[in-house]
């Protein structure tokens, strides 16, 4: 229930301070998501005028009469001190009804992405040491995506 009321007041508080406030929050980096992944506690970051961010809508999957939206999430966190290190990755977001209910990650910024016959195909990045390894096709349930995937090397988990 706490998270709800936080939501709630962050998402209040986004409305009052109107469309220069999405600029500088996320909204226009975002596409529009940010105050679904606000809601749904998001553990990236959606400050687009401090971190490099770019979104980009994949497709959707429908499975079992849901229909998911999915969605590249690719970013650069910029250092915390000057002498720091940048960070930075990229994840598969999985939206439901404008819903956020989690996201695959780390993934290689090389893997190929794609939405092909009702499932999420990763394909390994051209020239990795992985590059002969079969795509990994990821079936939705009604339920909703799995919550692992055996990809490459990694398990990747979807939290």
Not at 35 to 58: E, H, N, T, W, Y
Request: hydrophobic share 40%; glycine share 14%; proline share 6%.
């Amino acid at each position: 229930m706490i998270l709800s009321t936080f939501a709630a007041m962050i998402l209040s508080l986004w409305s009052i301070h109107g469309p220069a406030a999405d600029d500088r929050s996320g909204a226009k980096c975002l596409k529009g998501l940010a105050p679904a992944l606000i809601a749904g506690a998001f553990s990236g970051s959606i400050d687009c005028g401090r971190d490099q961010i770019a979104v980009r809508k994949i497709g959707n999957i429908r499975a079992g009469g849901r229909s998911f939206a999915i969605y590249d999430y690719r970013y650069k966190l910029r250092p915390v001190c000057p002498e720091c290190a940048s960070h930075g990755g990229r994840r598969i977001i999985v939206m439901t009804h404008g819903r956020y209910i989690g996201q695959y990650g780390v993934l290689d910024y090389g893997v190929r992405v794609t939405i092909r016959g009702g499932k999420l195909i990763l394909s390994p990045a051209v020239g990795d040491s992985f590059a002969g390894a079969a795509p990994a096709a990821v079936r939705f349930s009604t339920g909703g995506p799995p919550k692992r995937i055996f990809f490459e090397e990694p398990i990747i988990f979807f939290r």
